[in-house]
T-cell receptor
Framework: GQNIDQPTEMTATEGAIVQINCTYQ??????LFWYQQHAGEAPTFLSY??LDGLEEKGRFSSFLSRSKGYSYLLLKELQMKDSASYLC??????????WGAGTKLIIKP | GAVVSQHPSRVICKSGTSVKIECRSLDFQATTMFWYRQFPKQSLMLMATSNEGSKATYEQGVEKDKFLINHASLTLSTLTVTSAHPEDSSFYIC????????????FGPGTRLTVT
């Protein structure tokens, strides 16, 4: 079956760095997405990885290892507004997104 | 670019009535649109995939006669919750994909449905 695993909840301090991991097992692979979702709102796109390596975009970076079925989202210089759920999703062989349950990130001052 | 709208953003209805939710791609043509449901503190659950001009493909466990999906044009898909019950109260989100073989999905802002 298809499976996406990520931690349920993480806590970090304002100004610090946090890494949110995601492991996956899917039928086919056409890329991995990270989305941010604030409570009561729709997800917003953060990053897309289809090749191995690190993609950096401002304070956010995303890493992919296809051989290990593993990705992480790295958030630097954390701000209070980064408190949200972070969703990992994999595009399978039919370009359908398989979603993880999301990681709730709590930022403390 | 790539804006998706949903209407209404919030709706409260009585048990037994039907509710229609519209999803529009404003600045691109969407060959495929997706409908998701999200219960509090849970992840997105794909309900169905709709392709313009053809019948929607429903995920296992989703009643197609209860959740009617119409993708009448390349910019509009509708989800009708028929004979709504309190357990149908949820956050319904649509997304749209511009073309075949593309990876990006653009999400609408969601519709909060409350059935009393």
């Amino acid at each position: 079956g298809q499976n996406i695993d990520q931690p349920t909840e993480m806590t970090a301090t304002e100004g610090a760095i946090v890494q949110i991991n995601c492991t996956y097992q899917t039928s086919g692979f056409n890329g991995l997405f990270w989305y941010q979702q604030h409570a009561g709102e729709a997800p917003t796109f953060l990053s897309y990885n289809v090749l191995d390596g690190l993609e950096e975009k401002g304070r956010f970076s995303s890493f992919l290892s296809r051989s290990k079925g593993y990705s992480y989202l790295l958030l630097k210089e954390l701000q209070m507004k980064d408190s949200a759920s972070y969703l990992c999703a994999v595009s399978d062989s039919n370009y359908q997104l398989i979603w993880g349950a999301g990681t709730k990130l709590i930022i403390k001052p | 670019g790539a804006v998706v709208s949903q209407h209404p953003s919030r709706v409260i209805c009585k048990s037994g009535t039907s509710v229609k939710i519209e999803c529009r791609s404003l600045d691109f043509q969407a060959t495929t649109m997706f409908w998701y449901r999200q219960f509090p503190k849970q992840s997105l659950m794909l309900m169905a995939t709709s392709n313009e001009g053809s019948k929607a493909t429903y995920e296992q466990g989703v009643e197609k006669d209860k959740f009617l999906i119409n993708h009448a044009s390349l910019t509009l898909s509708t989800l009708t919750v028929t004979s709504a019950h309190p357990e149908d109260s949820s956050f319904y989100i649509c997304s749209a994909r511009p073309g075949e073989g593309t990876y990006e999905q653009y999400f609408g802002p969601g519709t909060r449905l409350t059935v009393t």
